[in-house]
T-cell receptor
Framework: AQKITQTQPGMFVQEKEAVTLDCTYD???????LFWYKQPSSGEMIFLIY??????QNATEGRYSLNFQKARKSANLVISASQLGDSAMYFC????????????????FGQGTILTVHP | GAVVSQHPSWVICKSGTSVKIECRSL??????MFWYRQFPKQSLMLMAT?????????EQGVEKDKFLINHASLTLSTLTVTSAHPEDSSFYIC????????????FGPGTRLLVL
């Protein structure tokens, strides 16, 4: 079974500062993918960044970077230079990539972290 | 690219009626689509996996006769909530996998269902 844990129900950050959203995971799959999604109040889920379990380098996408520490089973999202528009709910998710496994292709989501950016 | 649409975005219905929600991949073909349910301020819970041309696979605890899923083409999956009750009121979101690459799931904008 897969499990994603986001221990921060809410985070606050000042505009233009960097913020780290925590995510830890547990899985028995040897191959997996980790995702971060942003969900603004409108409800849509916006894909931010992806990290494969065998990727050697941490993923980066513009102001988003994923601090992947495989041994610690953590996949924290770092948002640099926060903007007011970054205020939203953020979800960490895992996908099992073990073909034939019960988790293959499915996303398991964490509880989410509400990020508020102050001016 | 990788745009997923849902229709309707909002629906209010009377208890006992059925509601159909459409999920479309607009600029790519999706052999697999997923249906999620989300209650306010909670996480997304996977309801079922929809595969084109075959029966949907439901997660444990999800009633297949209650939530009918049809994946009739490579760009369309529908979820029908049959005999809706107030407890079915929720936010329903679909996602689709674009074949190839990282197989990232792209999500639709969601459908808010309110059953009176």
């Amino acid at each position: 079974a897969q499990k994603i844990t986001q221990t921060q129900p809410g985070m606050f950050v000042q505009e233009k500062e960097a913020v780290t959203l925590d995510c830890t995971y547990d899985t028995s799959d040897p191959s997996y993918g980790l995702f971060w999604y942003k969900q603004p109040s409108s409800g849509e889920m916006i894909f931010l960044i992806y990290q494969g379990s065998y990727d050697q380098q941490n993923a980066t996408e513009g102001r988003y970077s994923l601090n992947f520490q495989k041994a610690r089973k953590s996949a924290n999202l770092v948002i640099s230079a926060s903007q007011l528009g970054d205020s939203a709910m953020y979800f960490c998710a895992m996908r099992g990539d073990n073909a034939g496994g019960t988790s293959y292709g499915k996303l398991t989501f964490g509880q989410g972290t509400i990020l508020t950016v102050h001016p | 690219g990788a745009v997923v649409s849902q229709h309707p975005s909002w629906v209010i219905c009377k208890s006992g009626t059925s509601v159909k929600i459409e999920c479309r991949s607009l600029d790519f073909q999706a052999t697999t689509m997923f249906w999620y349910r989300q209650f306010p301020k909670q996480s997304l819970m996977l309801m079922a996996t929809s595969n084109e041309g075959s029966k949907a696979t439901y997660e444990q605890g999800v009633e297949k006769d209650k939530f009918l899923i049809n994946h009739a083409s490579l760009t369309l999956s529908t979820l029908t909530v049959t005999s809706a009750h107030p407890e079915d009121s929720s936010f329903y979101i679909c996602s689709a996998i674009e074949a190839g690459g990282q197989e990232t799931q792209y999500f639709g904008p969601g459908t808010r269902l309110l059953v009176l």
